[in-house]
Structures are given as structure tokens and as C-alpha cells.
């Protein structure tokens, strides 16, 4: 087998936690006999990662050296190709990240390999690789197979827990010890069509860090009306909490942008959250599954929320609020 | 300017629905609505027509009879015209057959630009539009929050983790795919949907795009083998009761848990 490729994000000299976490799942699948772990590390200055991820336990760590600081779709394609034309993988590992989805998928398509995003379980046998991921809107989970695929692209949901199950049945044939080689690739980058990068932004700054709260109460798109917000502000401020909310209400402009909890928002991790009319998308789960008690209210008895919930409740949250609202006056 | 606009008819299941081990759902136990995601590249495609002062936004979808719907939605709102695509061998189609599909739409139609949603809202593979992008070599961002049309170049907003931004710019012909929250999805009056259905909506075999159902579904990234019911983990502690008794429980998990 010509074993696992992990494509590694990187902050700054060193390798993200998602990146580790694939580095564990690509050490599992080893051990499961799809072939030698290879890490490719794309960028302009990326030999100081490079060290350090081949001291993870990889057999190998590629430095492919381009002529830009910052992450480019096209580029990461091109340098994808040309790692899987080198290394035939059976398998290339990648986050189910923003920089992932602007890329991965054509990767995919042009090179006819297999493909699935948002994976929450991955293993290897004689029969190949096997993945799970969700369907029907996180209703049921779909078990896939890759039948006549040489080459799978494969990109992971964050914090599905593949580092921890990777690391039960570590065997000292597995050890640490021996750091991986690390060699270096280079890419023809012309003709390839382009995008030019011209700046990054920071996020707006709000008036309220949502980060810094002992007690948030979020409200989500069950509230359905913007004209309800008061009443739940005003209930915040009684049980003095600080107000944040989920996607679909900064989208619809109720909510300032600085007061997301989510992926694309903050990731908050109060003493308690409480998550009123959220369903609780992957997104935003991603951003308060770290919180330390987390209290869900919620019409729907099949909110994925309640999956992340210590406490839960099925309830009209209104009724809820108001009754709140006299708990705490 | 012509923008070809790929949406989806997804599906949801029917609340009682429990798996059987099959790789597949019955139709009955499914509803039917427009992504989410569609009503914002919707918009985001009439906006730009509406800038340039002309041009045409084809909408199309990979799907049966039940995506006619969403189509004659977009008609409502102001798409021109629509395409429905179909073969009976693409029930279960994954994100990289429908892309072959609509690949071979995008080679007949040469719009200037394609606007997908960034994902769908069932199958959430986000995948269909960068796959796109990839069999027809146009250039491409994902996850875009805001566009600007100035001659043939975009300036877009790329949406990363944290609330940050990627400012970038893209020449014409190009795909993006586009995020909720871009823009304010407008209604359609009563008078247009009703005048939806005078506008031309073209359903095609596969062999009307110059493909044939083996080579589309040699595309596939992946083959569902099972659908299961998710594993539940040991999940909340339910507060049962009247709202009192729940705005009490948790009134009393609070003053516990903040103080400590």
C-alpha cells in the first residue's frame, strides 16, 4: 500500500491541532496496514514544521516549496497533484477546513480519485479504506466505501475524536523515536488558472467579548422574530450574562458579528451556555462543545444540540424565558 | 453577463423515520425544499445582472421531478430561465457525479460566471461547486461573503475561521461559492409566481448534454454502502416539567455552576 498523505495547516512554524489529530489518524490507519505516513507541509517558509512534524512519529515529511506566505487554492491543488503523481497515496488526509473547501473537491474531480468531506470515522482493512460521514442533515450516518479508487481524498470534521481512538493500540512498533525523513518537492505552478490573494482582515470588534463571559445565553434561529431580542437581552442582563446568538441570526443582521459562537464566529468555553432555540449545526457545536456546562432548550426533541448538552429541555424557550425572567428578578 | 446558477431540491426525512440498513431512503419518507444556501447565490446573481445592466442568470439542477419546484422558485424571483437535467441511474448522484453533469452544462451554456451555494443543507458535502470548478478549469473561491463586479475582475471576501477575511480578486470566467448571510434573499410577488411558469424551463436526458450514464457514474467519489442512525452519546439530562420547573432546575444549575 502507498499509504497515507496529511496535508498540514499550519500557524506560523507550527503544525494546527487539526493537523496533529490527522497525524494520529494517519498513524492508526499504519497500523492498520494502508502503508507509510508522509506529511506535506506547503509553503514559502515551512522548514522549522517540517521539523517538528517529522519528529511525530511520520515517515516521512515533504517540504513543497512555493513562492507565496499565505495559503492560494490553486497552488495547494497544483502541489497536491503533484504529491499524488509522486506517492500514489491510497489515501490523502486533510481537515474539513475553509481552506480545505476551496480546493479539495476539484482535486478530487480532476484526478478522478474518491472523495468524501466532513468524515467522522476512518479506518482501513484488506477490503480498503471505509469512512462514515452524516446525511439527511446530521439525521442518519451514511457508511461509505471506495470500490476501484486508488486514491482517496478524504477531509476530516475537527474534534470527531480520531486522535483519541488513534492512540489506543499504539504498539512499540509505532514509537516516537525515530524521527521521519524529511525531503523536498517542487512544483510547476504555470498555467494553472488564478486568484489573487490581496489582503486578510481581522474580525470586527464588537463591544462585548463574548470570549471572556462566565455565563452566556445564546439564542439561535428558533427565536424567529427580531422583535423578541429585547426581552431575551434584557433577560441576559438580569441573570448577568452576556448575550451571543448562532449564525443564522448575524446573517439575518439581529446580532452583531462579534457576538457568533461558531466556526466562522468565536469559540467560547463559559462555566455555562445556555443555547436557546439552537439546533445546533457542526458549525456552531464547533464553537461551545468546549463549554463547561452546556443547557439546551429547544421545540425539536431531534436538535443535534442535545447530542452536546449536559442539561436539556424540550420546551417552547419563550415559556422558558419568562419564567427565567422571574427566577432571577 | 450570463450567470449559470446551480441549486438544489434538498431533502428532508420525515420526522419518524428509521433507518433499515439500506443505502438508500424511500421517496415517501422525504420532503422537499430549495437549499438554504440557493436563495443567497440566487440573490447574489440577480444583484450582479442587475449591476452590468443586463445579462441572464440560467438556473439548473441535477434532480427528478420533485427539483422543478425549487427551479420555478428561482423563476419567481427573477432567474430567466431554468435547466433540469435528469436520468433515473442518478438517484443517490454524490457531489462528483452531479458536478460531471453540471460540467457539461457549463461547457454548452460558457456563462462569465457560475454562483453555487457554498454547501447543501442534507448531504452538506460541500464539495459539488470546487468540484466543478475543477473538471471545467475555471478559477474559483470558496465560501465567499461578499462580491464586487468591476469590468471583467471580482473582488471577493473569503470567509475564514474566527470571523477573519480573505480579500481576493478573480478574473472572469470564474465559479464562487457563496455563503449565507451575503445578502438579503428578496420574495417573489404573487404575480411572478405565477408568471414563473410562462418562463422556459428545459428538462434534458443526459444524452442532450453529451453524456451517458456509465461515464457519470464512474465520477463518483464514494459508494454509500449503509444508512444508520447516528450513535447517541449518553446526551443531556432532560428537564422535564412545566417551563416554571425548567426555568427553576436551570435558575439552580447556574447560581451552582457560575459561583464555583
Known sequence: ?329 | MKVLLPVKQVARLEDDFAPDGGATVPVEELEWQLNEWDAFSLEAALELVESVDGGEVVAVTVGDEHAEEGLLACLAKGADRAIRVWDDALEGADALVVAAVLAAVVDAERPELVLCGVQSSDAANAATGIALAGLTGLAHVAVVKEIALAGETLTVHRELDGGEVEVLRVALPALLTVQTGINEPRYATLRAIKQARAKPLDTLALADVGLDADTVLAAAGARVVRLRAPERGEGATMLDGSPAEIAERIASIVREEVAS
Open chain 1, 1 to 329: 500500500m502507498n499509504g497515507v498523505l496529511v496535508v498540514a495547516e499550519l500557524a506560523g512554524a507550527e503544525p494546527r491541532p487539526t493537523t496533529i489529530e490527522l497525524i494520529e489518524l494517519a498513524r492508526a490507519l499504519r497500523r492498520q496496514g494502508a502503508g507509510p505516513v508522509r506529511v506535506a507541509l506547503i509553503g514559502r517558509d515551512v522548514d522549522d514544521a517540517a521539523t517538528a512534524v517529522a519528529a511525530l512519529g511520520v515517515d516521512e515529511a515533504i517540504v513543497v516549496g512555493v513562492p507565496i506566505p499565505h495559503f492560494e487554492a490553486h497552488v495547494w491543488q497544483a502541489a497536491l497533484e503533484a504529491l499524488i503523481a509522486e506517492h500514489a497515496p491510497a489515501v490523502v488526509l486533510a481537515a474539513h477546513s475553509v481552506d480545505s473547501l476551496g480546493f479539495a473537491a476539484a482535486l478530487a474531480a480532476r484526478g478522478r480519485h474518491g472523495f468524501a468531506s466532513d468524515v467522522t470515522a476512518l479506518s482501513w482493512s484488506v477490503g480498503g479504506l471505509a469512512a462514515s460521514r452524516g446525511a439527511y442533515g446530521e439525521r442518519l450516518v451514511a457508511e461509505l466505501d471506495f470500490p476501484g479508487k486508488d486514491t482517496v481524498v478524504v477531509l476530516t470534521r475537527a474534534g470527531a475524536g480520531f486522535g483519541a481512538a488513534a492512540e489506543t493500540g499504539a504498539t512499540s512498533s509505532d514509537a516516537l523515536a525515530a524521527a521521519g525523513a524529511i525531503t523536498r518537492l517542487d512544483v510547476e505552478l504555470s498555467g494553472r488558472e488564478r486568484t489573487e490573494h490581496v489582503e486578510l482582515r481581522e474580525p470586527p470588534r464588537g463591544d462585548v467579548d463574548i470570549t471572556q463571559a462566565e455565563l452566556l445565553l445564546s439564542i439561535g434561529r428558533g427565536i424567529e422574530d427580531a422583535e423578541r431580542i429585547p426581552e431575551l437581552r434584557e433577560l441576559a442582563s438580569r441573570m448577568g450574562a452576556t448575550l451571543s446568538a448562532s449564525r443564522p441570526l448575524i446573517d439575518a443582521g439581529w446580532i452583531p458579528p462579534a457576538q457568533q459562537v461558531g466556526q466562522s464566529g468565536r469559540t467560547v468555553a463559559p462555566k455555562v451556555y445556555i443555547a436557546l432555540g439552537i439546533s445546533g449545526a457542526v458549525q456552531h457545536l464547533a464553537g461551545m462543545s468546549k463549554s463547561k456546562t452546556i443547557i439546551a432548550v429547544n421545540s425539536d426533541p431531534r436538535a443535534p444540540i442535545f447530542g452536546v448538552a449536559h442539561y436539556g429541555a424540550v420546551a417552547d424557550l419563550f415559556d422558558v424565558a419568562a419564567e427565567l425572567e422571574r427566577q432571577f428578578s
